[in-house]
């Protein structure tokens, strides 16, 4: 019998592209049918979309179980319906309807989300289940244009079963119609399940995209702090490595005002686990002008002051945020905070991110959807910040 086993969810969005996914339990073929959303009135209920025209159908005949459609030529911030058709001799599946909108464009304001560690770490619901399908589900309600995580999204990279039970089966309804990005964690255990089920662009463990007006950047702390050496370097993070290069590269490059980089263990946490080495990075992030840092592996919400040069600098320095999300755990935090915190708190929880051309919003929100912390960012397009 066939069924889909994951998805369908999205990749990668650009203004003109966008990547379907989707597992099924047998080989199948795969097609994409993109229609074009008509903007309806329809009295006292307002206005929604509907499908109207068939756009085009993207498809590949060979059969696969993990299907990989990128559907191309579209327009920029344009919502689109895309239903899939999967099919294994007799057997058919047609998904139905499920829409998705491509990146926006500079200028363009957008919103995502983050949350991590939905593994099942959580001091509150130790299956993961209950407490992972509650984030992603307010996550939801906020509508992002994407969802971003930080790693130890599974318990046991290696066993191909976790990623349904904590990711991909909780996660079902909203990375149906929300294109998700993450990176890995030590839990990933950099199993090939990463690489066969993500379509990040290569090689995929770290990876940089532009949405809006923001740059992101993707590293894998989990190489530059190998197990082996945990919560140690091996003094690899200089010019000739390969993610530092790459980072300096991306920056030195970047032409979008905002600068947000992600990777799983975080420099500065007044909790356990702190993994200090990884500071080495920080002089590119504030030769570069980066705005953000977000990290997880520490299961709490911590936000420090503005830093530069390990001091608190609230004229140009670099915000770090731990978005312990799902795995919130109260005994994670040490019992007096670091000249670096600025807030904290150990609640299940995710971040919501505005962004415009001079404007950065985060908002942390709990599980019950209470807001407990928010950053507010100007900056101008000399590269000046204020925390307003
Ligand atoms: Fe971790």
């Given at each position: 019998m066939l069924s889909i086993m994951k998805g369908p969810y999205l990749q990668n969005p650009t203004e003109h592209t966008m990547t379907v996914m989707w597992e099924t339990s047998l080989p199948a073929t795969s097609r994409v049918d993109v229609l074009l959303a008509e903007r309806i009135h329809s009295g006292h209920q307002g206005n929604y979309k509907q499908p109207v025209d068939l756009f085009g159908t993207f498809a590949n005949e060979s059969p696969t179980r993990i299907h990989q459609i990128t559907v191309e030529g579209l327009e920029p911030g344009t919502t689109y319906y895309y239903r899939i058709y999967t099919q294994h001799e007799s057997y058919k599946i047609d998904s139905g309807f499920y829409m998705f909108k491509t990146a926006a464009g500079q200028g363009e304001p957008f919103s995502f989300t983050v949350t991590s560690e939905?593994?099942?770490?959580?001091?509150?619901?130790?299956?993961?289940?209950?407490?992972?399908?509650?984030?992603?589900?307010?996550?939801?309600?906020?509508?992002?244009?994407?969802?971003?995580?930080?790693?130890?999204?599974?318990?046991?990279?290696?066993?191909?079963?976790?990623?349904?039970?904590?990711?991909?089966?909780?996660?079902?309804?909203?990375?149906?119609?929300?294109?998700?990005?993450?990176?890995?964690?030590?839990?990933?255990?950099?199993?090939?399940?990463?690489?066969?089920?993500?379509?990040?662009?290569?090689?995929?463990?770290?990876?940089?995209?532009?949405?809006?007006?923001?740059?992101?950047?993707?590293?894998?702390?989990?190489?530059l702090i190998r197990k082996e050496d945990y919560p140690c370097s091996s003094g690899v993070m200089s010019p000739g490595n390969a993610q530092y290069d790459f980072l300096e590269r991306e920056l030195s490059t970047s032409n979008r005002r905002w600068k947000i980089v992600y990777f799983h263990y975080p420099p500065y946490i007044s909790g356990g686990y702190q993994v200090e080495d990884l500071r080495q990075l920080c002089p590119v992030f504030e030769r570069y002008g980066v705005d953000l840092v977000i990290n997880s592996h520490t299961i709490v919400y911590e936000r420090s002051h503005p830093l530069t040069q390990g001091t608190v600098d609230y004229d140009n320095g670099i915000v770090y945020i731990v978005a312990g999300g799902a795995g919130a755990m109260p005994g994670w935090l040490l019992p007096k905070r670091e000249w670096h915190t600025s807030q904290s708190l150990a609640v299940p929880h995710f971040l919501q991110v505005v962004v415009t051309l001079d404007r950065l919003e985060v908002r942390a929100i709990d599980d019950e959807g209470r807001l407990f912390d928010t950053l507010r960012i100007r900056k101008s397009a000399e590269g000046k910040r204020d925390y307003i």
């Open positions: 939905t593994g099942g770490y959580s001091g509150f619901d130790s299956s993961g289940g209950r407490i992972n399908r509650r984030i992603f589900n307010r996550m939801k309600q906020y509508r992002p244009d994407i969802a971003l995580f930080v790693g130890d999204v599974v318990h046991d990279g290696k066993l191909a079963e976790d990623w349904d039970k904590y990711f991909f089966g909780p996660g079902r309804d909203y990375f149906v119609d929300t294109p998700i990005y993450s990176c890995l964690g030590n839990h990933e255990d950099n199993a090939s399940w990463y690489y066969d089920l993500f379509a990040f662009p290569e090689p995929k463990n770290f990876y940089a995209f532009y949405y809006g007006d923001a740059h992101f950047i993707c590293l894998d702390s989990t190489d």
